[in-house]
Structure formats: structure tokens, C-alpha cells
């Protein structure tokens, strides 16, 4: 009987290094070498990273004043330095100074929307069904709905004055001095914060729903709640619609200013503020940062359009992650670009004509915005979009800011 053919079996890995110790010691050795080079290198490589957009701010900030340490603890009034680099990247935006503490799960709010028509204010389903004339007259001046789509915050722009209309009743209260800076209500709908022009500057003012309690919060403009409605952030500056530093009023504590920003608008990430800042020319841009000012980024670089363009009408959807914001240049004209946060592809929404962004749907799916120029004698209407541009429809005919 013939005999099987005999192969020659390899040892196995472990075999070796039992039978060749030395083989055994080498391998570690270049593990750990292996080890050692990633611990070196692998921090280095994330803390030099460029950021969200790929850019590193060229030409970073300067803090002025005292640390935010040290004038804590000796005032109500802290500032920051947006140009430093966190000491400890694990830990640096851990707590009050860095953070911004973004709901886990976003407030919900009521799928409703609010535009003008016809010289008056109307608020309608998401959809554009169901709509309701909140206000008869109302030609001009800012307006916003409250969160939960109860209360109708507008300014009439003629008599400077902040109206506060139940959207179930009409019912309307005066609730003082205003102008048509950005309104901007806390996540639970209980007060707002706007802006007052007085002979001598701009402030920073609240008041709740129902008109009681006013309040100045400081010397400024364009207010916009944190997303815990904890605190406000506003461009310092006394004139209004200028740029400034930013200031962050803590409800009940502090007031935190950002110096050196320069920005004309300010909104709330999930990873930290967003700010407008302008520019000689066509330099405008968009930035990020921590709450404190720590670690600027830019997120959008300056127009490629040869005449000068200005971005704001900045907002933020629920869950921190997208933006949309506005390019509006001297040649009359609004663009509107979506981003989303992380990413630096800006992308268009403007098709053939003058767009300018509503704000977010409630389940953040779409971003609603104004197409056509009123007062230009284009036809307008509100349009919704998905985030990429795609899915583009139609709202309701006529409608308009």
C-alpha cells in the first residue's frame, strides 16, 4: 500500500517564539517603538489640524484686558482670548469658559411659520396650509414667532416700538421701545431679547411674553439666546448694526466679552459661536470659535464676487449642525448658502433671483427662505429647500418678509 506523501508542517507563530525566544524580545521591541511614535505624533498632527474649513485663521486675535481667570475673580466682567490655544486639548472647551451646552435632544418647536403678506403678518403651517393674519398692518419691521408658534414678537419700524400678539386671539401688546435689529426668543418661549436705539447708543434690552419685566442686558445689538437659554450673546458695539466685540450676558451671573471679534452678527453652533465678521471689500468671512473665544476657525472664506458682499441673517438649525446665512452685496442682491458645520462647502440656494433665509423647520429637514425682491417689483414667495438645494417647492405665493 503506498504511503501517503509527508508534507512538512510550518510551526506556528507562537511555536517559534517558544522555540527562539529572541524573536519574541525583537517584536516587542518594535511594538513598542511603533507605539511611542504614535503617541508623539498622532497629538501633534490634531492639534495642528486646520479645522472644519481646512484654513487656519492667518491673522488670529489679540485678548486685551486680563485673562478670563483673573477677571472673574476680581469682576462681573471676564474677556477672552480668541487667539490662544487651549493648554490641554482634551479639557479645553470642558466647562462654563469653552463649552456650549447644546441639548442633547433639540427643543421641540411648533412646525409653523411666520411671513408677510398683503401689508400684514401671517403665520401658517409649515406646509403653507392653515394660514391665520396674525396683525392687520404691519408694512415693515422685524418680526419672529416664539418657539412654541404662541406669540408673535414684531417691531413696528415707523414708531420704534415692540408689539407681542397672541396668535390664537390677535390679541396685541405694546411692550416699549424697539428697532428692527434681530429678534431673538429663549428655547422655551417665556421672553426675547431685541435691540433699542437711544440718542446715545444701542442696548441690548428683555422682556417677557406677556411685556413684564424689562430689562437691559447691555450696550449693543442683535441679540441671540444660547440653546440652553441660559445666556445671550450680542455684538458690543453702541451703533447699531456695527461690529463690535461680543459680549455674552450669563442670566443671573457675568457678563463675558469676546474681544477683538469684530463681527456684526453672532449665532450659537454646537461647537461654539459663529460670527460675521466684516472686511475691506469683499473680505468678509465667516469664524468659529469656543464660547470663549479660544481655538478661531474660519468657516467661510471671503466672496469670490468682484464687488463687496456682506454675510449675516445667520441660523442655526436645531440641532447645531447646519447653517444658513446670507451674502448680500452692493449690487442690491441676497444670496442664500447652507453649510453644513464641519464641512467647507458653502452650498447655493439662489437660483435666478434674491433669496434671503426664514430659519430651520422644526424637524430640521428643510430651510425655509424668501426668493424675489419686493422692492424691486419682483414677484416673491416662501420656498423651502433641503439642506443640499435640493427638493426646492414652493410655500406660499406672495409671502415675504
Known amino acids: 500500500m503506498e504511503q501517503p506523501e509527508v508534507r512538512d508542517v510550518p510551526e506556528s507563530f507562537l511555536e517559534r517564539i517558544r522555540k527562539h525566544p529572541a524573536i519574541g524580545i525583537g517584536i516587542a521591541v518594535a511594538v513598542l517603538a511603533i507605539s511611542l511614535l504614535l503617541n508623539y505624533y ?29 477677571a472673574e475673580a476680581s469682576s462681573t466682567t471676564t474677556t477672552a482670548d480668541p487667539g490662544s490655544e487651549p493648554s490641554t486639548p482634551d479639557t479645553a472647551n470642558d466647562g462654563p469658559a469653552g463649552s456650549v451646552d447644546w441639548p442633547a435632544k433639540p427643543v421641540k418647536r411648533a412646525a409653523l411659520l411666520a411671513y408677510r403678506f398683503e401689508g400684514g403678518l401671517w403665520v401658517a403651517k409649515e406646509d403653507g396650509t392653515k394660514p391665520v393674519r396674525v396683525v392687520e398692518k404691519a408694512a415693515d419691521g422685524t418680526f419672529s414667532l416664539s418657539p412654541d408658534g404662541k406669540t408673535l414678537a414684531w417691531v413696528n419700524e415707523s414708531k420704534h416700538q415692540l408689539h407681542l400678539t397672541d396668535v390664537a386671539s390677535a390679541k396685541d401688546r405694546t411692550a416699549g421701545p424697539a428697532d428692527s435689529a434681530r429678534i431673538s426668543w429663549a428655547p422655551d418661549s417665556s421672553w426675547l431679547a431685541f ?32 440653546p440652553d437659554g441660559k445666556s445671550v450673546a450680542y455684538v458690543t458695539n453702541a451703533g447699531l ?5 461680543v459680549a455674552i450676558a450669563e442670566l443671573g451671573g457675568p457678563t463675558v466679552t469676546v474681544k477683538g471679534v469684530g463681527a456684526t452678527e453672532v449665532a450659537w453652533g454646537a461647537d461654539g459661536l459663529i ?8 473680505a468678509c468671512e465667516l469664524r468659529t470659535s469656543a464660547r470663549d473665544g479660544s481655538g478661531m ?24 449642525r447646519l447653517l444658513a446665512y446670507s451674502a448680500s452685496g ?37 430651510i425655509l427662505f424668501v426668493e424675489g425682491n419686493a422692492f424691486q417689483g419682483e414677484p416673491v414667495a416662501v420656498l423651502r429647500a433641503t439642506p443640499d438645494g435640493l427638493g426646492r417647492a414652493e410655500i406660499v405665493p406672495g409671502g415675504g418678509l
Open 42 to 70: 498622532v497629538p501633534r498632527m490634531g492639534s495642528e489640524a486646520d479645522g472644519p474649513t481646512g484654513n487656519k485663521i492667518e491673522d488670529p486675535v489679540t485678548a486685551e484686558g486680563t485673562s478670563s481667570a483673573s
Open 195 to 226: 435691540t433699542v436705539e437711544t440718542p446715545e447708543r444701542a442696548e441690548v434690552r428683555r422682556v417677557a411674553r406677556d411685556g413684564t419685566g424689562p430689562a437691559t442686558l447691555g450696550v449693543g445689538h442683535s441679540p441671540m439666546h444660547s
Open 241 to 245: 448694526l456695527q461690529a463690535g466685540d
Open 275 to 282: 460670527y460675521a465678521v466684516p472686511g475691506s471689500g469683499t
Open 297 to 320: 476657525r474660519l468657516l467661510v472664506g471671503a466672496s469670490k464676487q468682484p464687488r463687496p458682499v456682506m454675510y449675516g441673517s445667520l441660523h442655526v438649525s436645531g440641532d447645531g
Open 330 to 366: 452692493d449690487d442690491g442682491f441676497s444670496r442664500t448658502y447652507t453649510l453644513q458645520l464641519g464641512s467647507n462647502s458653502p452650498i447655493a440656494l439662489t437660483v435666478r433671483r434674491d433669496t434671503y433665509p426664514l430659519g430651520w423647520s422644526a424637524d430640521g429637514r428643510y
